[in-house]
């Protein structure tokens, strides 16, 4: 195989490899793929403009942000606005909050919603419309219809400016129930029947049959949740009252503000990318469940 | 909740303890939808009947019943009514130019080219998971009145504006950073859609003489109208509550030209007006829950 492609030049190789995989390169002519790739190139290039700026920002000095604000690239790279960051007081707190509030809402999740919508493909009930139709609603009730309440219910159980406060709302998000319960609903029914038949409980079926064979449902609810988590602002924003329980997001922001007086963008844009990166990591190895769990949210 | 559940469960189910550990099974979901949706939007209703005040917290029942009285002093406050103009920018602007940008890409991504489709992809998505305050910080950087872009119009001659402080220019940036952040997702829909139109109808129209143009015309536009509806309603409910990228970058200003309704709600929050406050967070329910009506009417006969 490899041969024959060697025998055959570029374009002819690619165009057989295309055809075979889809008809569709029927449909191509020629001379539009080296113009289809340079206008996805371009696009490409507009989309990652963002990325660059910040990566060359942050490796400018104090001094080269005053002679020259808006510069493309440094003059001299320095690693300067990083080791001024960690510095920063509080910077570690947010950032060890950021993690804490991750994982409460992580674990809530996989234990809400591999729980939840397990029960909601797999079992019969009395009320399950009815909870399913609960899952539908709390998709579509806007945020902004519910922080005020939400905000005064969590001051009434004294959890404002606590991180458990922060990551509450978070912990059963319906997205991850609406995943799993598509998942479960591609397992089979013959699975579990003879799991009952043997005699096992609905917990021990659970735990034994369904979670093992749940492992992808699972990575996308990870993905989803700690995505939804890390990034998340402007509920943090409310509840988060003193520095003490701010995430990173919100300290960035703050950190922001406070030094936008001495326009210090090198510090700022060292504070962008320590929040971007451990997300921006995590999609670049695990793409497919990102991918899935947007999809998901189409509620196809 | 459950005593509701108690006739039906006798009547339906099997037996009423596979009933119970069922919803033993839905506990933890439930609490939290009980603690954080259903309870909270109805707290909602009842405060914008109100006009309840951050300092009455402690004693709310204290507080004066106003009946619709939020509602008709939000209609004519001329700054929820600027508000609801704004936000109806966003979604005009917004909605089409994602979704244009989001479905050429896709449609380019599916046509046949194989070489770097992952990469473009993964490039394409990208924005989608990056953090919003970070970006808004990037995107300040940039547009500042000294900053990356200005400088780059510098070199073609151009002498750039202070886009954030200006009225008129504040918006489109604002706008452009939600477009950013978002075609990625209805580019992977769409793409989803696509990969799920049969490729025999193409083959057919092919050899039937259809060009590419033809093809997209009258097989992909068509099959894929459910996926474009869908797409499009999600994307309106989104930009409808847009937040983040108008409070980040210009928190409403300058001159509230970039103040949506979200941001709205939040500032009436702020200055302690909670009873507004949650009168217009119900007008921002009842459009989204208006869209989402449609959404189902439209779809359903297709689907």
Known sequence: ???????????????????????????????????????????????????????????????????????WLPRHVTLDNFGRLFRTEGFGRFLTNSVLVALMVVIGNIVAASAAGYALAKLEFAGKRLAFGAVMAAMMVPFTTVFVTQFVITVDMGL?????????????????????????????????????????????????????????????????????????????????????SYTLPVGLAATSQAAQHVTDYGLVLAGAIVVMLPVLVLFLFLQRYFVQGIAGSGMR | MTTTL?????????????????????????????????????AALGFSLTDLRGSDLRHPLAVDFTGLDNYLRLFQDPTFLRDILNTGVFVAVGVPSTMVIGFALAVALNSGIRRLRGV????????????????????????????TVNKALGYIGLAGPN?????????????????????????????????????????????????????????????????????????????????????????GGPLGSTESVSLYTYHQFGSGQLGMSSAASF?????????????FRLLRPRT
């Open chain 1, 1 to 71: 195989m490899t041969a024959v492609a060697a025998s055959l030049n570029d374009a002819d190789a690619d165009l057989i490899a295309t055809a075979a995989e889809a008809p569709i390169a029927l449909r191509t002519p020629s001379v539009g793929r080296p113009l289809l790739y340079g206008a996805l190139v371009l696009c490409a290039l507009l989309t990652l403009l963002p990325f660059f700026w910040v990566v060359s920002g942050s490796l400018r000095g104090l001094d080269e942000f005053r002679s020259d604000p808006g510069a």
């Open chain 1, 160 to 244: 404002a400016d606590t991180l458990t406060g922060i990551a509450l709302p978070g912990v059963a998000l319906p997205l991850s129930v609406f995943i799993m319960r598509q998942y479960a609903q591609s397992v089979p029914d013959e699975l579990l029947e003879a799991a009952r038949i043997d005699g096992a409980g609905e917990f021990r079926i659970f735990f034994r049959v369904f979670l093992p064979l749940a492992g992808p449902a699972v990575a996308t609810i990870t993905i989803m949740s700690f995505l939804n988590s890390w990034n998340n602002f402007i509920w943090p924003l409310i509840v988060a009252q003193s520095t003490a």
């Open chain 2, 6 to 42: 108690v006739p039906g469960a006798r009547r339906r189910a099997r037996n009423s303890r596979r009933t119970a550990v069922a919803w033993l099974f839905l506990a933890p979901f439930a609490v939290v939808f009980l603690l954080y949706t259903a309870v909270p939007t109805v």
């Open chain 2, 120 to 147: 473009f992809r993964t490039v394409f998505f990208a924005p989608v998971v990056t953090n919003v305050v970070a970006v808004a910080l990037i995107w300040q950087y940039a547009f500042n009145a000294g900053g």
């Open chain 2, 163 to 251: 886009w954030l402080d200006d009225p008129h220019l504040a918006m489109p940036v604002v706008i452009l950073l939600g477009v950013w952040r978002n075609f990625g997702t209805a580019m992977v829909l769409f793409l989803a859609g696509l990969q799920a139109v049969p490729e025999d109808v193409y083959e057919a129209a092919a050899l039937d003489g259809a060009g590419r143009w033809r093809q997209l015309r009258h097989i992909t536009l068509p099959l894929l109208l459910p996926t474009t509806l869908m797409v499009s309603v999600l994307l309106t409910v989104f930009y409808l509550q847009v937040f983040d990228e108008p409070y980040l970058l210009t928190d």
């Open chain 2, 283 to 295: 007008v921002m329910l009842l459009l989204v829950l208006l869209v989402s009506v449609v959404q």
